[in-house]
């Protein structure tokens, strides 16, 4: 009995001296909510800054010019006035262009070489097959009738007739040269033999006109090539092989424009227009 009522006063004692305490008016309830409430304004605070920063990026990522073909959105007229786009020569062009006529002409005169000579055929060919040939075959003729002639005074079996044919056969000649040299009749690997030929002549200097190993002429070529791949890879999107060649085409064209940055400015400059390409599309990072 007695030690019953002993430990009934010291439980007494002990909830008596709890109750008194400084430390019972804070609920331990109420620290949890405030740190809880600081951690999810901070969390709220994060995602928008993240949100943000995102947004900004999208912005940027949007405004900035395409790493391939070196123009921002919507402003292809940069690309359709440089000097490259007016060298090359597309199937488009080509296959717009009149076909030589069939029927053979009244006279040589009449006889007009194609808007696209074949690869291969340059200024002195043209000259030579259209202007000295037909030149010559004329004369060639006019010596033949002279010498008819005077044979068919001479003897009666020779007639005047085969003069006109051989006219005739002449300019069928030269009407089946003209549509045998158009470039209708090359292939793909023909139409980019003549493009690099002619931006090999477009981009290098007067005094040498075939310099291949300049640098304005290497980032013209790599840009063309960049661009045909391009258009390649439009049609068929899982030739993955030809996705690395055209990211290495890149940073190649974009290691050749660094160095002319650092050898001349004011020639980087001048190719970045003449290329139709924006600084940002070949320096810094270059995510194809």
Same mark, same amino acid.
């Given at each position: 009995m007695l030690r019953a009522r002993l430990a009934q006063c010291?439980?007494?004692?002990?909830?008596?001296? !709890?109750?008194? !305490?400084?430390?019972?008016? =804070? $609920?331990?309830?109420?620290? =949890?909510?405030?740190?809880? =409430?600081?951690?999810?304004?901070?969390?709220?605070? %994060?995602?928008?800054?993240?949100?943000?920063?995102?947004?900004?990026?999208?912005?940027?990522?949007?405004?900035?010019?395409?790493v391939? &073909?070196?123009?921002?959105?919507? +402003?292809?007229?940069?690309?359709? #006035?440089?000097?490259?786009?007016?060298?090359?020569? !597309?199937?488009? +062009?080509? =296959?717009?262009?009149?076909?030589?006529? *069939?029927?053979?002409?009244?006279?040589?005169? /009449?006889? $007009?070489?194609?808007?696209? *000579?074949?690869?291969?055929?340059?200024?002195?060919?043209?000259?030579l097959l259209f202007d000295v040939l037909p030149t010559l075959s004329v004369q060639g003729t006019a010596l033949r009738r002279e010498a008819?002639?005077? *044979?068919?005074? %001479?003897?009666?079996?020779? +007639?005047?007739?085969?003069?006109h044919s051989d006219q005739f056969l002449e300019t069928q000649k030269a009407i089946q040269l003209t549509r045998l040299v158009d470039l209708r009749n090359a292939n793909a690997r023909g139409i980019a033999y003549e493009n690099r030929k002619r931006i090999v002549a477009e981009f290098s200097e007067p005094e040498n006109p075939t310099d291949t190993g300049r640098p304005e002429v290497q980032a013209a070529l790599l840009t063309l090539r960049i661009r045909t791949l391009w258009e390649h890879l439009n049609n068929f999107k899982k030739d993955i092989s030809n996705r690395r060649s055209l990211r290495r085409l890149i940073h190649q064209r974009a290691k050749v424009l660094r160095y002319l940055k650092r050898? /001349?400015? +004011?020639?980087? /400059?001048?190719?970045?227009?003449?290329?139709? &390409?924006?600084?940002? #599309?070949?320096?810094?990072?270059?995510?194809v």
């Open positions: 010291s439980r007494a004692v002990a909830s008596s001296s !709890t109750a008194h !305490t400084p430390s019972s008016s =804070l $609920h331990t309830s109420a620290v =949890l909510q405030a740190s809880a =409430l600081r951690k999810r304004k901070s969390r709220v605070a %994060e995602k928008a800054n993240i949100e943000k920063r995102d947004e900004r990026e999208r912005a940027a990522q949007a405004n900035r010019p395409h391939v &073909l070196g123009y921002r959105p919507g +402003d292809e007229v940069k690309w359709q #006035s440089c000097d490259l786009a007016r060298v090359i020569v !597309t199937e488009r +062009d080509i =296959l717009a262009a009149p076909i030589p006529p *069939m029927e053979p002409p009244k006279s040589d005169k /009449d006889v $007009h070489p194609p808007a696209y *000579m074949n690869y291969g055929v340059g200024p002195t060919e043209k000259e008819v002639l005077r *044979m068919s005074a %001479e003897e009666p079996r020779f +007639d005047i007739n085969k003069i050898l /001349d400015r +004011d020639r980087y /400059d001048n190719v970045l227009g003449r290329l139709g &390409l924006e600084p940002e #599309s070949v320096e810094g990072e270059l995510v």
